[in-house]
């Protein structure tokens, strides 16, 4: 049976500029004037002081609630034991995991979401999912909110206090989204599945063009014009490639090498958007782009300090063994994995080559 067709094609309302927090009580208003506030402590320490003086200029009240650190079912929970049921909307301040537990807790209070983001490193601000984890931390699921939220505030003068190395796994993460979606590219895809793909090369564009001027703006905690286009493109357009798209546009092998990278302690240090980046390495040699596509792909990723091979990706330690590369690939091969996406059956033994392949490459670069 056909399934309806269903568009979260972007926030509200999506302002950005420098000092846009100052306009936070302004644009809240139209809901209600009791806000609360949910956030943690570093993202805190970054915009409490514009987010405040933006919400105290519009007379309203507000109340502030740190988060623990995960986002999850018990986490929600707890802030909203903390923080009582009497709120017209609640404001999430902070990166990824405060933003998918301020919409958790949004959807429990059944009042519209404000987004503040203090970091570019994912779309997490602008759309309505939430990575939900379990109380051991790690089993997750993802939830769908009924809208994507009321309103994003992007201040580049919050972000610029950011450390520059989320911006950059922030572009790793865009990066993958046209070569990701294109895995899932026919003839007959379609008009939305187009304009997904389409937001996805655009932010593709915009990231191989101005994304290296962009990142040595953010080394130097500077936001450039280049770095503004490059946060839109990670920030808006990277949520709305699967906002518009859907499944069609949904990740494909390099997600799914990411996945598989996490059982590695080695790997731990490196971030999301830096895995994925390396995992689109991998990727390229499963479709049988060759040498080429790799060495291609991995002179993009050095111009944006993204890892181009394993050491990099690593801090200098050397690629595991066979028998460990299998496990990563097995992970990588979970039957909900977005490796099944690509479009031949892909094998342990096709992974495991892969990897080897990207290094003996980035090794003759
Ligand atoms: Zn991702």
């Given at each position: 049976m056909e399934r309806d067709t269903v568009v979260q094609a972007g926030p509200g309302r999506y302002l950005h500029g420098a000092g846009t927090a100052g306009r936070l009580g302004e644009l809240l208003r139209p809901y209600g004037t009791r806000w609360l506030v949910v956030t943690g402590r570093r993202s805190w320490d970054a915009a409490r002081e514009a987010v405040e003086a933006g919400l105290r200029a519009s007379g309203g009240q507000w109340a502030v609630v740190r988060y623990g650190g995960e986002c999850s079912e018990e986490a929600a929970l707890r802030v909203l034991d903390e923080a009582g049921p009497a709120w017209d909307a609640v404001v999430g301040v902070g990166g990824g995991k405060v933003l998918d537990l301020s919409k958790v807790v949004a959807r429990a209070l059944r009042v519209p979401l404000a987004t503040v983001p203090t970091l570019a490193s994912n779309c997490a601000a602008t759309t309505p999912v939430a990575v939900v984890y379990g109380p051991d931390g790690a089993f997750k699921t993802s939830r769908v909110l009924e809208?994507?939220?009321?309103v994003t505030v992007v201040d580049d003068a919050i972000l610029a206090r950011a450390p520059w190395r989320y911006f950059v796994s922030g572009i790793g993460d865009t990066l993958a989204k046209p070569y990701e979606a294109a895995v899932g590219a026919g003839a007959n895809l379609d008009v939305l599945a187009r304009a997904g793909l389409a937001l996805a090369e655009l932010a593709g564009a915009v990231i191989t063009a101005k994304g290296p001027a962009a990142v040595e703006q953010a080394v130097r905690g500077e936001v450039g014009p280049e770095a503004r286009e490059v946060t839109d493109a990670v920030l808006l357009l990277g949520g709305m490639v699967g906002g518009v798209?859907?499944?069609?546009c949904r990740a494909a092998a390099a997600h799914a090498v990411h996945n598989g990278l996490t059982l590695l302690a080695e790997t731990h240090a490196a971030l999301h958007g830096e895995k994925v980046a390396y995992g689109l390495l991998v990727q390229e040699v499963l479709l049988g782009h060759g040498a080429d596509g790799v060495r291609r792909l991995a002179a993009v990723l050095r111009t944006l300090r993204l890892p181009d091979r394993w050491q990099a990706l690593t801090g200098g330690r050397p690629l595991p063994d066979r028998r460990v590369l299998a496990e990563v690939a097995r992970k990588s091969l979970?039957?909900?994995?977005?490796?099944?996406?690509?479009p031949r059956v892909i094998t342990v033994e096709d992974v495991v080559e892969a990897f080897l392949e990207v290094e003996r490459v980035a090794g003759g670069a």
């Open positions: 809208a994507p939220p009321a798209g859907g499944d069609a979970a039957p909900d994995d977005t490796m099944h996406r690509m």
